[in-house]
């Protein structure tokens, strides 16, 4: 894969980066860059330079150059030039996506949890997780919520209602998402992307918990819904 920046160089940029890009609203695109109108920028190995007539204040950093060191159609890493809070020289690495994240914690009637299993290629480790997915900008949230439930799973829910909004990693991407429970669960036929490889099972609630406290759930998305549905079952539990 051609890369346009010296690997050495982006590595370092996407390392160094502390979020200060924080103008993401969900369900609108947060760059001049539209998910839904990819240009040549969507190109693997694209690099292309953004020098903007004036310093773009973003809080208390100040952004003087941007270079876009690669893209292809789902993210772009952005090497910035910058003036620190403190006003000295640096650099900014920031991985922008071109969709928000959204995940569901699928509950069946019987109260247990519908889990997908697959094979996560950055970590190279197997993933229990709730189901999840990209949302593009020309789709809204709950129906992308839908749409990655139906496809993952081949269920549809009657119910549905936000947990959560949430930053993903905010440190280096300015990913954003939202957590949502799905009830009402109806069975139907699952349509995963050729690049998924799923399993599915259902898990009671302690038992989540439990892979979660030893470590063996690990998504930060699975933990941060699972967690607000079990707050919201013990206090209902009075």
Do not use: K
């Not at 809080?59 to 690669?70: F, V």
């Not at 939202?178 to 009402?184: D, K, P, S």
């Amino acid at each position: 894969m051609e890369i346009a920046l010296p690997v050495d160089r982006v590595v370092r940029a996407v390392v160094a980066g502390v979020d200060g890009h924080r103008d993401l609203q969900l369900g609108e695109p947060s760059h001049e860059l539209r998910a839904s109108a990819l240009t040549d920028r969507g190109r693997a190995g694209y690099h292309h330079r953004m020098d903007p007539s004036e310093p773009v204040e973003v809080g208390p950093w100040r952004r003087r150059t941007r270079d876009t060191a690669y893209a292809n159609q789902w993210i772009e890493v952005f090497h910035d030039e910058v003036d620190r809070p403190d006003g000295s020289p640096g650099i900014y690495g920031l991985v922008h996506f071109r969709s928000a994240a959204v995940a569901v914690v699928a509950v069946g009637d019987d109260g247990r949890l519908l889990l997908v299993g697959q094979h996560r290629y950055a970590l190279d480790e197997y993933s229990w997780e709730v189901p999840e997915g990209g949302v593009g900008a020309a789709e809204g949230l709950l129906e992308g919520a839908q749409r990655e439930l139906r496809e993952e799973t081949g269920f549809d829910a009657s119910d549905w209602r936000q947990l959560c909004r949430l930053s993903v990693s905010n440190s280096v991407t300015d990913e954003r998402g939202a957590i949502f429970l799905a009830t009402g669960l109806r069975p139907g036929e699952a349509s995963p992307d050729d690049t998924e490889d799923l399993a599915l099972r259902w898990a009671a609630l302690d038992e989540v918990l439990d892979e979660i406290r030893r470590g063996e759930i690990h998504d930060a998305m699975t933990i941060a819904g699972v967690g607000l549905y079990a707050l919201e079952a013990l206090r209902a539990a009075g």
